[in-house]
């Protein structure tokens, strides 16, 4: 059996990650009780339900829920030898405040002493416990609904891989570093195609710009010292059983050094191992 669970704030975008999990023919729950989460997989597995798949959405709104318990219910949860992941979804508070102000929807926190800006705060120390537990983050900060969609698509299929799966992610250090990152390199010490003007309009996965940068010495420096560790440790993190890991490439904007860094990391990786996916935050 593989069980899903989906935590994360409240106007994050988790009601759309259970409706792409439905859509693949999961057996959707939301806002199930922590408390009853054991009972649901111990029943699951007593009567042989004929469900093979389950996602269940836990959050802020069962207050009554013990989350420090959380990790204690996913190692039980593992001895029954069922297939988990836990996906978190979280946003900025800017960003969490302008959404609820543009739907005039309740946040689940707030009553009369409660702001909308202190019941999110209030949130993410409620939910930490979770996000700590979590396998896979997704920041829905700058991620419209069909890219929600779309990267939820890719964890899927990069869970239902036999071997560990490996991201590689491009970034923009002006736009802040990503939440769902397990490691991360930098590409500001190498030469900046921004500053060059025929290049500036191009990316990193345009040809112009990847035949200035491999042109680049310290290019070529930096991915064999890259491609070497990342060799060299993918072993030991896989023997840890992960199933899910981030390497997080950043450059200033992120358009140009990472997303090359990136696609050439990624083109490796692709030869030699199964699962590898290439993404790029500030290209979306």
Known sequence: MKLQIVSGLSGSGKTIALQVFEDLDYYCIDNLPLELLSELVEKSLKDRLYIDKIAVGIDARTLG??????????????????????????????????????TRRKHPLTNEKT??????????????MIKDEADQQ?????????????????????????????????????????????????????????????LRPFTGKDQPVAEFLDQQESCGEMFEDIRQYVDKWLPCFEDNNRNYLTIAIGCTG????????????????????ESVIARHKELA
């Open 65 to 102: 829920s013990n989350f420090s318990s959380f990790a204690e219910i996913l190692t039980t949860i593992a001895q029954h030898n069922i297939e988990c992941h836990v996906l978190f979804l979280h946003a900025q508070t800017d960003i969490l405040l302008k959404r609820f102000s543009e």
């Open 254 to 273: 992120g358009q140009h050094r990472s997303v090359y860094m990136v696609e050439k990391l990624a083109n490796y990786f692709k030869q030699h191992r």
């Open 115 to 128: 702001s909308l800006e202190e019941a999110i705060n209030r949130e993410r120390l409620v939910l930490n």
């Open 138 to 198: 997704i920041d829905t900060s700058n991620t419209n609904v069909h890219q929600l969609r779309d990267k939820i698509k890719d964890i899927i299929s990069l869970n239902s891989q036999p071997v560990m799966a490996l991201q590689f992610l491009s970034f923009g250090f002006k736009h802040g570093l990503p939440d769902d990152m397990d490691m991360m390199f930098d590409m500001r010490c190498l030469p900046n195609p921004h500053w060059e003007p025929a």
